[in-house]
């Protein structure tokens, strides 16, 4: 299971004062006001754990204020770095809940159990998640025909266990044409 989770992106900076414009990348922004640390992932000088010290909302950007940092030099080359979580400190779930995180590297199988495949990435749309799924014959396929996109409808998947990490789907017309 995922450890961490990404709940923004470092956009730019926001005043002289050290706050910086996140891109929240959760599914509820208002979360950042419950948070009273992150981490953020640098790249080539790892992760550092930072305390928040005060929060607000703009159009777009949840504008955050660390208290490691109190000028705009010490924040610009954060730019495009994420925020992130611990598992332990994600939203709690709900039962029949679960991260999207979590999806990747299920096994799909259809009604009848037989294994079609793993999750490789979940894409986002707005109308519901698609999933993309490498298909377990992948080596017989042509080249570019080794994944299947599977919408995230509940006609076409029909359970999630996280425990066992198993997807099973109904094949519905025209999935794997």
Do not use: W
Not at 29 to 41: G, S
Not at 108 to 135: P, S
Request: charge should be negative.
């Amino acid at each position: 299971m995922t450890e961490y989770f990404v709940v923004g992106v470092i956009a730019s900076t926001h005043g002289l004062k050290g706050e910086v414009n996140v891109f929240p990348t959760t599914d509820d922004p208002q979360r950042f006001k419950k948070l009273k640390k992150v981490i953020l992932d640098t790249g080539r000088e790892g992760k550092k754990e930072l305390n928040i010290e005060k929060v607000r909302f703009g159009n777009k950007f949840v504008i955050v204020k660390f208290k490691e940092f109190n000028d705009i030099s010490e924040v610009e080359r954060f730019r495009s770095k994420e925020l992130i979580v611990s598992r332990e400190d994600a939203i709690k779930l709900e039962p029949g809940e679960y991260y999207l995180a979590d999806l990747e590297g299920m096994k799909v199988v259809d009604e009848d159990g037989n294994e079609l495949g793993t999750i490789i990435r979940v894409i986002q749309t707005g109308a519901n998640d698609v999933y993309e799924m490498k298909k377990a014959d992948a080596s017989a396929v042509s080249e570019g025909d080794d994944t299947v996109m599977i919408p995230g409808i509940k006609e076409c998947v029909k359970n999630i266990d996280i425990e066992n990490k198993v997807m099973t789907i109904h094949i519905m017309d025209g999935l794997f044409d």
